[in-house]
């Protein structure tokens, strides 16, 4: 058995392993009492006044008290992270971390905005970390890659991919937790999904073409990656 895991966890490909294997020190660490998630938090004015910049990165790493839900969370970060990186992704790691870049920022950049409106500011006060908000959008992502596949939710009904969002929007809800985290995962993933796959077929041009300097930090293999027609706005 522990070598079966073994051999998983060294299968995945670089980022997906990087991001779970951080995800999961960090949550394992708080629930010791080792690192204090006081420490980890989303928040601006200490961000500005004391440049506690990390603060802008380990908020995606904490995923709350390590129950069912971490478990649910960790599941769905290494499944469709991985499947992202090994399928959509294969051969551009680069622009796969840009991808991961490109939703920390819109995230952060949502909920620092957002809290300075009031209506929303009220809805977002509790949101102090995006770790969930980030895998939701690579659920997001993921279902615009693959519209039609057939899915299965826990053997009740069948679906396809591109509902998959909604899907677990719907049962979050059911469970009485609250939907703005899901909501701006899916609002990070959408607003990619527009600006990497349909307004290029629209335009010829691609906002989001991935900095050379990104591209250098990794190694590229030339692999051929065909236009997804089947992607969906």
Not at 43 to 54: G, H, K, P
Not at 106 to 122: D, H, K, Q, R, Y
Request: one cysteine or more; proline letters at 4%; glycine letters at 6%.
């Amino acid at each position: 058995m522990a070598q079966a895991v073994e051999e998983w966890y060294k299968q995945m490909p670089v980022i997906t392993r990087s991001y779970l294997t951080a995800a999961v020190i960090t949550s394992v660490g708080c629930s010791l009492e080792i690192i204090s998630p006081y420490n980890l938090y989303l928040n601006a004015n200490l961000v500005v006044q004391r440049w506690e910049v990390w603060r802008l990165v380990t908020n995606f790493l904490y995923f709350r008290r390590m129950d069912l839900d971490f478990l649910f969370h960790m599941f769905f970060l290494a499944q469709y992270c991985k499947l992202l990186e090994e399928n959509s992704f294969r051969g551009r790691t680069a622009d796969f971390f840009y991808m991961l870049l490109f939703g920390a920022a819109a995230l952060t950049g949502i909920v620092l905005i957002g809290g300075m409106i009031p209506f929303v500011s009220e809805k977002f006060a509790s949101i102090v970390f995006l770790s969930n908000s980030l895998t939701f959008m690579l659920v997001y992502v993921w279902s615009k890659h693959n519209p039609f596949l057939q899915m299965s939710f826990l053997g009740l009904f069948t679906f396809t991919a591109a509902y998959l969002p909604w899907v677990l929007l719907g049962f979050s809800t059911l469970l009485g937790t609250s939907p703005w985290v899901d909501v701006l995962g899916m609002v990070a993933g959408h607003s990619y999904h527009y600006l990497e796959d349909v307004y290029p077929r629209m335009t010829g041009r691609r906002p989001l073409k991935t900095p050379a300097l990104i591209k250098s930090l990794f190694a590229e293999e030339n692999v051929v990656v065909m236009p997804r027609a089947n992607a969906r706005s």
